[in-house]
């Protein structure tokens, strides 16, 4: 059974930084390219990052420059590092595979940027 688990969300004022992690079981990690994705309320989800299975990477326009996406095959875990956050990062952060979803979505984490 594929489980995907995120963590690291928090609450973080405008300008700071917060590390997510996405860890996921009952996959062969390796071979899938992987996404974080996100739902801020009462809009849709959207993919804002995507990392290949060698590594290449992908963002979307709004997270560019301030977002990085990482992943560890090993520990079949994937990351997402962002830096200069923005009230409007506001929003449930889930990992997945990219550029479509595969497996069931995991519970995510909340990501809260405000003063």
Same mark, same amino acid.
Request: positive net charge.
């Given at each position: 059974?594929?489980?995907?688990?995120?963590?690291?969300?928090?609450?973080?004022?405008?300008?700071?930084?917060?590390?997510?992690?996405?860890?996921?079981?009952?996959?062969?990690?390796?071979?899938?390219?992987?996404?974080?994705?996100?739902?801020?309320?009462?809009?849709?989800?959207?993919?804002?990052?995507? /990392?290949?299975?060698?590594?290449?990477?992908?963002?979307?326009?709004?997270?560019?420059?301030?977002?990085? /996406?990482?992943?560890?095959?090993?520990?079949?875990?994937?990351?997402?590092?962002?830096?200069?956050?923005?009230?409007?990062?506001?929003?449930?952060?889930?990992?997945?595979?990219?550029?479509?979803?595969?497996?069931?979505?995991?519970?995510?984490?909340?990501?809260?940027?405000?003063?």
């Amino acid at each position: 059974q594929v489980q995907l688990v995120e963590s690291g969300g928090g609450l973080v004022q405008p300008g700071g930084s917060l590390r997510l992690s996405c860890a996921a079981s009952g996959i062969i990690f390796s071979q899938y390219v992987m996404g974080w994705y996100r739902q801020a309320p009462g809009k849709q989800r959207e993919l804002v990052a995507g /990392i290949g299975a060698s590594g290449s990477t992908n963002y979307a326009g709004s997270v560019k420059g301030r977002f990085s /996406i990482s992943r560890d095959n090993a520990e079949k875990t994937v990351y997402l590092q962002m830096n200069n956050l923005k009230p409007e990062d506001t929003a449930v952060y889930y990992c997945n595979t990219a550029p479509r979803p595969m497996f069931d979505w995991g519970k995510g984490t909340l990501v809260t940027v405000s003063s």
